[in-house]
């Protein structure tokens, strides 16, 4: 592995252990990147080797050091999910895309943490998933930006008349804004021919949560139950777009 290879998969432990805070303190309505990190049960504040990615959490075996509150298991999960998603990177992504393709994943992991906790998809978070989508097609196949174009407008069209219809024959809301809003952001990467594959990955893998969850909370799945559909749709773009890099004759010719 290269220097900035190592790195990045390094890098993706902070920046995981960063993204479980700030979706935190999102749910919370609190600061994103101000304050301290505190004990949520004691309000103490944490020290420097209470931070470590991982092995903080292993070595106070998933409690608080003061008041033995558990901590829960979204800290460590995410901060290997970070690291995870430059070592995909690593494998799939040409040096060209690399960096870009880690961003990219750093923010799904975002908007997935954020939505799992709130049913939320920040605008701030889509659009700048779109942002590098679009810096990604300049840097690298300025000459496909149309068909790339098409996809983010496909993309959001389809889940916004998905969202319209159901309120209207439903009479209540199904689908977030934001749903439509990140597949827009991510047919900007995949194109007009990644979508039907990120929408199958992302309801297959929802279904499938949605009846652990099930499973787990002893109750029957409804109309009415909320399931956050944004971590999926974040799968399955992340997915086919590596899919699309690392062989590029399932791409349809769009990378």
């Known amino acids: 592995m290269t220097s900035l290879e190592i790195f990045l998969v390094l ?41 470590i990615p991982v092995f903080s959490w292993l070595a106070a075996r998933g409690r608080c050091r003061t008041c ?12 290997l999910a970070g690291s995870a998603i ?28 954020i939505d799992l906790r709130t049913y939320l998809l920040p605008d701030a978070l889509n659009a700048g998933v779109l942002a590098l989508g679009i810096l990604m097609d300049a840097a690298t196949h300025p000459g496909d930006w149309p068909l790339h174009a098409a996809g983010a407008v496909i993309g959001y069209g389809l889940l ?6 159901y309120r209207r024959l439903r009479g209540r809301d199904g689908l977030g804004r934001g749903d439509a809003k990140l597949l827009g952001a991510l047919g900007m990467w995949v194109g007009v021919t990644g979508l039907a594959p ?41 997915a086919v777009w590596l899919i699309q890099i690392g062989a590029p004759e399932f791409s349809g010719g769009f990378y």
């Open 68 to 79: 033995k509150a558990p901590i829960g298991g979204s800290a460590p999960l995410t901060e």
């Open 160 to 165: 916004w008349l998905v969202e319209v219809m």
């Open 198 to 238: 990120v929408l199958l990955i992302a309801s297959l893998a929802g279904i499938a949560a949605a009846l652990s969850m099930s499973i787990r909370q002893s109750s029957a799945l409804s109309a009415t139950t909320a399931i956050a559909f944004g971590p999926w749709i974040a799968l399955g773009g992340f």
């Open 86 to 113: 430059a070592i995909a990177g690593v494998l799939c992504a040409p040096p060209d895309t690399l960096v870009l393709t880690v961003l990219l994943g750093w923010l799904l992991l975002a908007l997935a943490a």
């Open 11 to 51: 890098a993706g432990l902070l920046i995981g252990s960063g993204i479980d805070a700030a979706a935190d303190r999102f749910a919370r309505e609190e600061s994103w990147i101000r304050g301290r990190s505190r004990c949520r049960a004691c309000d103490r504040r944490l020290v420097w080797f209470e931070l």
